[in-house]
């Protein structure tokens, strides 16, 4: 089955520190990729997507590649702000064969930013 | 615009009590997913209508978990005799028609869900 695996937090930086979040993912077929992001008190929202292979999602700063041929879609952003401070989501998205497009995400990795 | 809505926030019951959570949706948004997550996890997936139908009920865990959505827009998850294995937060997200594999989903901000 699909299956997404992403680094373990919690990861804290320093404003204006370079972020990475990995993010690998098993999936049959040709699935589109996701990161959503949660800010405390806050549903789940959309950060970027990427719908095929070498396709770039990006959104305020940060960037994501997708990598088939290392099944990766790792989140990056350069500078980091105070404001970036929430739990990430990677997700993939199939068709489960049953009628529905379902997300299977991954566990979150939550990021603190220190003035 | 309002986004999608649910109801309780929080919801504290004993172990074998009956339980409703509801989600009222976006407007127009003909999809609708509810999702469970569990503390240090990421949302698992429990149903989703088209409509007024569940075109998909593969991640109810078992029969105690049923779903509704009388007229197509808001739907309520249903848990009947909770077990302390139950708690965790309900997450319900709705998406516009044709949203297809790549559509973004719009996601409440969740009923927490603890059994005593």
């Known amino acids: 089955g699909n299956s997404v695996t992403q680094m373990e937090g919690p990861v804290t930086l320093s404003e204006e520190a370079f972020l990475t979040i990995n993010c690998t993912y098993t999936?049959?077929?040709?699935?589109?990729l996701f990161w959503y992001v949660q800010y405390p008190g806050e549903g789940l929202q959309l950060l970027l997507k990427a719908t095929k292979a070498d396709d770039k999602g990006s959104n305020k700063g940060f960037e994501a590649t997708y990598r088939k041929e290392t099944t990766s879609f790792h989140l990056e952003k350069g500078s980091v702000q105070v404001s970036d401070s929430a739990v990430y989501f990677c997700a993939l998205s199939s068709y489960s064969g049953a009628g529905s497009y379902q997300l299977t995400f991954g566990k979150g990795t939550k990021l603190s930013v220190i003035p | 615009g309002a986004g999608v809505s649910q109801t309780p926030s929080n919801k504290v019951t004993e172990k074998g009590k009956y339980v409703e959570l509801r989600c009222d949706p976006i407007?127009?948004?003909?999809?609708l997913y509810w999702y469970r997550q569990s503390l240090g996890q990421g949302p698992e997936f429990l149903i989703y209508?088209?409509?007024?139908?569940?075109?998909?009920d593969s991640g109810l865990p078992n029969d105690r978990f049923f779903a509704v959505r009388p007229e197509g827009s808001v739907s309520t998850l249903k848990i009947q005799r909770t077990e302390r294995g139950d708690s965790a937060v309900y997450l319900c997200?709705?998406?516009?028609?044709?949203?297809?594999?790549?559509?973004?989903?719009?996601f409440g901000e969740g009923s927490r869900l603890t059994v005593l």
């Open positions: 999936a049959t077929g040709y699935p589109s």
């Open positions: 407007s127009g948004h003909t999809a």
């Open positions: 997200a709705s998406s516009p028609p044709n949203s297809g594999v790549a559509g973004e989903l719009f």
């Open positions: 209508f088209q409509g007024t139908g569940a075109a998909d």
